[in-house]
């Protein structure tokens, strides 16, 4: 028996490949296109071990998927594979729709047609794992409650409706033919591998760089920030326990204006690695143009997790967000080399047109 993940040379599907197997010994079958957000230096780790087993493709290929399914006795799949950047869903929305929607109801139905071949006790015992995001439920105003499981959707950006489309096909799978899925909707996550375009990677190396961070509108803008190891860790939990058909909110009960944020991680390099004029790096802090339709605010009850199936973060945003800092200065090879001339391009496109 073995597990499919699919994304899992992006962010958080290579600290989950990574976390499960030093933790099991199942085989992982990866899954992944590779695009500009993939990178199997994440996974260097698990060079010659025989618990991995990559392959290359996209899980729009349903031919593919099938196969890998059969060849591999999957007994779950846990789907991270998605365009996961807002930024550049607005700057072009086409691979959002074709890999998060298109992508999505290709893998559902490679996944049915598996499925419906098991026999009865694999059936039950088979899951597909949704891996989704909190941006499905729009924007709150600073007196809302935080995001609840039955919470409407409202998505306001084209990567948050792709993935509002990906999560009603998941769910209306289970309802039409009974396939057996989990959906995980989770707050912002950070930590080790994280590619520097979203905002905390990118603030902690322009900061190393002498270059601005920038902060789009005012900064006010609240997230809920969970670190990368806690939301894998309930992946595990919802995937060993959940039940079938149901949604699970995943966050941190971290709360923070992005302002607040990279003041943070501001003051954190001013004591691990000072600037050589002895000033502090927030005086590289730069207001930008706002993202257009920016959210407000996301904030996320994860109490449902607590309480049904024993799940905590185990990190708070002090610890976690220290760890990460001192993560990127350890590995400034692994940034150097994603550093690539595509990325430099994308910072062209991104921040060329906001005035300071
Ligand atoms: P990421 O962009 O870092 O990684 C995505 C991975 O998917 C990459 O390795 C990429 O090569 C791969 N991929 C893209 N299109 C593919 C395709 N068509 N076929 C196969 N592989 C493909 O993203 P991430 O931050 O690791 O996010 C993983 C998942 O978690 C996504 O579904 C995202 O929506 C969700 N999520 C992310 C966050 C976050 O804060 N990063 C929060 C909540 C939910
Ligand atoms: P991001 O990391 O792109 O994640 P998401 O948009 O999925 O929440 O952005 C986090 C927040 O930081 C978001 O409110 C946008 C803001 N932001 C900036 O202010 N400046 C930047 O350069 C970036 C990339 C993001």
Redesign the pocket.
């Known amino acids: 028996m073995s597990i499919l993940v699919?994304?899992?040379?992006?962010?958080?599907?290579s600290n989950f490949v990574l976390d499960w197997l030093a933790q099991s010994d199942e085989i992982v079958v990866n899954?992944?296109?590779?695009?500009y957000?993939?990178?199997l230096e994440n996974l260097a780790s698990l060079q010659g071990d025989a618990r991995h087993v990559f392959v290359k493709?996209?899980?729009?290929d349903y031919d593919l998927l099938l196969s890998l399914l059969e060849k591999h006795q999957v007994r779950a799949v846990i789907?991270?594979?998605?365009?996961?950047?807002v930024d550049r869903s607005i700057h072009g929305p086409e691979d959002f729709i074709?890999?998060n929607i298109l992508?999505s109801f290709r893998l559902l139905e490679a996944v049915r047609q598996y499925w419906n071949n098991l026999g009865q006790l694999a059936q039950q015992e088979f899951r597909l794992l949704h891996?989704?995001?909190?941006e499905v439920y729009g924007s709150l105003a600073q007196t809302d409650s935080p995001f609840a499981e039955s919470n409407q959707y409202q998505p306001n950006s084209p990567y948050s409706a792709s993935?509002a489309a990906s999560d009603h096909l998941v769910r209306a799978y289970h309802h039409t033919y009974g396939l057996p899925v989990l959906t995980t909707n989770?707050?912002?996550?950070y930590g080790p591998y994280h590619?520097p375009e979203?905002l905390i990677p990118l603030c902690i190396q322009n900061a190393l760089s002498g270059k601005p961070l920038p902060i789009y509108g005012d900064g006010q803008q609240i997230r809920d920030w969970l670190y990368v190891k806690d939301h894998c860790s309930a992946i595990r939990r919802v995937l060993a326990d959940g039940q079938v058909g149901e949604v699970y909110n995943v966050g941190g009960w971290n709360e923070k204006a992005n302002l607040d944020v990279v003041n943070t991680l501001c003051s954190i390099l001013d004591e691990l690695q000072a600037r050589s004029d002895g000033k502090s790096y927030a005086e590289q802090i730069t207001y930008v143009t706002d993202r257009p339709g920016h959210d407000r605010r996301y904030a996320i009850d994860a109490s449902r997790l607590e309480r049904e199936l024993g799940w905590k973060p185990a990190e708070t945003f002090e610890t976690g967000i220290k760890k990460t800092v001192q993560w990127y200065l350890d590995n400034q090879a692994w940034v150097g080399n994603v550093l690539s001339g595509d990325y430099q391009s994308w910072l062209d496109k991104n921040y060329a047109g906001r005035s300071a």
């Not at 891996?131 to 909190?134: A, E, G, I, L, Y």
């Open positions: 699919t994304g899992g040379a992006g962010f958080i599907g899954l992944d296109k590779l695009t957000a993939g990178n493709g996209d899980i729009g789907n991270f594979a998605a365009e996961s950047h074709q890999t992508g891996v989704s995001t909190d993935k989770c707050s912002n996550n590619f979203k």
